[in-house]
């Protein structure tokens, strides 16, 4: 049961995290689309853990306005 457990606390865990980084993408895209922005550019987005059952998370990029 031991092991089943850490699994399943595992898969929580990188659960927590990727809902995270949509939060983070769409918090980013939608202050993009406010600033007038056509696209995101050289975007990253990282996450560490700060404690048991949290997660720190970052995502940025240069948004951008295309000229024609």
Do not use: C, F, P, W
Request: proline letters at 0%; a neutral charge; zero cysteines.
């Amino acid at each position: 049961h031991g092991h089943i457990h850490e699994n399943q606390k595992a898969v929580a865990n990188r659960l927590a995290r990727a809902i995270g980084h949509l939060e983070e993408v769409k918090r980013m895209v939608e202050e993009a689309e406010q600033m007038g922005a056509d696209a995101i550019v050289n975007m990253r987005y990282g996450s560490s853990s700060v404690m048991q059952g949290a997660a720190e998370v970052i995502a940025y990029g240069t948004a951008v306005k295309i000229i024609k």
